[in-house]
């Protein structure tokens, strides 16, 4: 009795031990000296929380790790809850910065304003969406947007299955398709740019949330054509090869790349945003996380980086200025869409 | 006549039972094998990123830079809060279902939404926490409210396992004690608690084992992925293990796909010496009546 009863002390204190040690090694680390990034300012310190679009996320994940590299003091979270979900928590005052793969809806508008949550609204970048075939298919090089919808509108459910279907001229071979999930961004986007209507689409393909899934459906299989994220593609050229889009049928056709992507003339592009609480730029931190956010060498080179198409140099100083004359509310009014230059909205 | 039909039907049924063996055989080998792909083919992608390096380094956008600290301290902090928060709170529950209200209504009501509990969905329990943690009480998507959530989610297991342990403990040791003029409280705490002791720590760590790999709950009460500091108390924001695996294999870089790779080697590894904490210490202080 006495025996086991020691063996349990010790059981009991060997527990406590590791505990203990676990404790120690969260405790709080003293922030080692400031590396100087930011000579003029003051030390800054703060917790500044991010959520939003994972369309984003790579570029805002870079930021916050540069910017933390030259202030110490100042924490960055960032996380993924979607566009829809990351405004959810922005609009009730959770978040100061949100990630957007899109503009702010009506609704999202309405919801921000019924819980007084002011926002300046900063386009950052651009995504793409590529369209994708295997590297053997030798006859899809170009396709028309009328092509593309006859192959992904609702109606070609179970009709258009083989490549002949698409154009007389293509040879008679079974069609497979791989697309986006539909709770992503990217599968708004496309039937909205396609289609014509946003989640209208057929649904006898492969769909995956997770992109890698589609990457390795296109590149396994010889019949297969596919979308998703222009990073995607870059990342896997050698496995891949991209079809053009021509977009108004005219015969130009155009490839994901970043001039065509940056002016819209690639016909799935799209402008992505970081959306800042009003009140939060006030505080010196977050102020300067912002203006480190839309330094144009520094967003140029980070946004190249993780894959994504960065704006040209001349905008990135028009949104900071829209930041400094804090201009409240949305610039996407009525008649403004996704395709409208960000230029004439940004001025 | 009859013994050699006795022998062949005997030598039929022989048969038909080492066909039996074989086919159990080859259930048995097909799951590890199945296993065994596994753990070879993400050991050959993340075997070579799993160094000191990438243990003690924060999350990076260069996947060669990419390191695992944030996460795996994070995953530690809130396993350590579940288990304070659990295991007194399962105890409790399992000492009051057996030592007090062993029969009537009400311990049989409790009884049957434990085991319902056990059964539900862990997102569900993501859902009340967000609910109620994070918004009602108002902890924000802190530490604090991770734990607790965990610590629903695995309260059923702790209470189950602390009720088995507890059962096992032989009535005429509790006899002996009320013999020598024990308390009921006596009793349990110096008679009962101690005998049931390893069974209740095998129960807690294998809870705590299904925590560890746990991400649906946290991803709903929304802890965050990109985390680059050290939790300072239990209200500072951070990330787990599976969601930072989670994270690096969505991402399009082939160098962060073997870094989730390596992150999952780590889990493993978390994970099989927590079970081999749990294997040595019920051995270890097991008692045999």
Same mark, same amino acid.
């Given at each position: 009795m006495g025996m086991n009863k020691t063996n349990i002390r010790h059981g009991a204190a060997a527990i406590m031990g590791v505990l203990s040690l676990v404790a120690a090694a969260c405790a709080p680390t003293t922030p080692p000296?400031?590396?100087?990034?930011?000579?003029? &300012?003051?030390k800054l310190s703060g917790l500044i929380k991010v959520d939003g679009s994972s369309t984003v996320f790579p570029i805002t994940e870079a930021m916050a790790e540069e910017f933390q590299k030259a202030n110490r003091g100042v924490k960055v979270t960032v996380g993924i809850s979607g566009t829809g979900g990351g405004f959810q928590k922005f609009c009730s005052g959770d978040t100061d910065l949100q990630n957007a793969s899109r503009a702010i809806s009506k609704t999202e508008q309405e919801a921000c304003a019924k819980n007084n949550i002011g926002y300046i609204e900063m386009p950052v970048g651009y995504d793409g969406i590529a369209v994708v075939v295997n590297p $053997?298919? *030798?006859?899809?090089t170009c396709l028309t947007v009328a092509e593309l919808k006859k192959i992904? /509108?609702? /109606?070609? &459910?179970? #009709?258009? *299955?083989?490549? #002949? &279907?698409?154009?007389?001229?293509?040879?008679?071979v079974p069609l497979k398709l791989y697309g986006a999930g539909s709770d992503s961004g990217t599968f708004d986007y496309f039937t909205l740019g396609?289609?014509? $209507? /946003? $989640?209208?689409?057929?649904?006898d393909y492969t769909p995956s949330e997770d992109d890698n899934v589609l990457v390795q459906g296109v590149s396994g299989d010889r019949n297969a054509m596919g979308y998703f994220g222009a990073a995607y593609y870059e990342e896997n050229k050698s496995k891949l090869k991209a079809v053009q889009i021509d977009s108004k049928g005219d015969g130009k056709c155009l490839g994901p790349e970043e001039k065509m992507i940056q002016d819209f003339s690639y016909h799935l592009s799209r402008p992505v945003f970081l959306y800042a609480k009003a009140t939060m730029l006030g505080r010196p931190e977050v102020k300067e996380f912002v203006k480190f956010y839309l330094e144009s060498e520094n967003a140029t080179k980070l946004i190249k980086e993780v894959g994504m198409v960065p704006l040209t140099a001349s905008l990135y100083g028009a949104v900071q200025k829209r930041v400094d004359a804090k201009t +409240?509310?949305?610039?996407? +009014?009525?008649?403004?869409?996704? #395709?409208?230059p960000l230029a004439d909205l940004f001025k | 006549m009859s013994i050699s039909r006795q022998e062949r039907n005997l030598a039929g049924r022989r048969r038909g039972d080492r066909i039996f063996g074989f086919v159990g055989l080859g259930a048995t080998v097909l799951g590890l094998l199945v296993l065994v792909v596994l753990i070879v083919d993400v050991a050959k992608d993340g075997l070579p990123n799993l160094n000191w390096e990438f243990i003690t380094s924060f999350p990076s956008r260069r996947p060669g830079q990419a390191g695992i600290l944030s996460a795996l301290v994070g995953s530690i902090y809130m396993l350590s809060l579940v288990a304070l928060i659990a295991l007194p709170l399962g105890v409790g529950a399992a000492i009051f279902l057996e030592e007090? /209200? $062993?029969?009537g209504w009400l311990a049989s009501l409790i009884q049957i939404n434990i085991q319902n509990l056990a059964g539900v969905p862990s997102v569900v329990y993501g859902l009340l926490g967000l609910g109620l943690f994070v918004r009602l009480l108002g902890f924000e998507r802190s530490l604090l409210s991770g734990a607790l959530t965990m610590a629903l989610l695995v309260l059923p297991i702790v209470i189950i396992a602390a009720q088995e342990a507890i059962k096992a403990v032989p009535p005429s040791l509790r006899e002996a004690a009320y013999a020598l003029g024990a308390t009921k409280w006596q009793m349990i705490w110096h008679v009962v608690l101690p005998s049931a002791f390893p069974g209740i720590l095998t129960g807690v760590i294998l809870a705590l084992s299904r925590a560890i790999g746990e991400s649906a709950p946290l991803i709903t009460i929304g802890a965050l992925t990109f985390i680059a500091f050290l939790p300072d108390g239990p209200f500072s924001p951070f990330t787990v293990l599976p969601i930072q695996i989670f994270n690096w294999v969505s991402r399009p870089q082939a160098g962060f796909h073997d870094r989730a790779a390596a992150g999952i080697l780590l889990l493993l590894a978390v994970l099989l010496s927590m079970n081999a904490i749990a294997v040595y210490l019920r051995n270890k202080l097991q008692r045999k009546w």
């Open positions: 000296p400031s590396s100087g990034g930011n000579p003029s &300012q003051v $053997k298919n *030798t006859f899809a992904w /509108e609702p /109606e070609a &459910q179970a #009709k258009v *299955t083989n490549w #002949k &279907q698409v154009r007389g001229a293509f040879p008679d396609i289609n014509g $209507k /946003e $989640k209208a689409s057929r649904g +409240l509310g949305t610039a996407y +009014l009525e008649g403004a869409t996704a #395709k409208t | 007090y /209200e $062993k029969r």
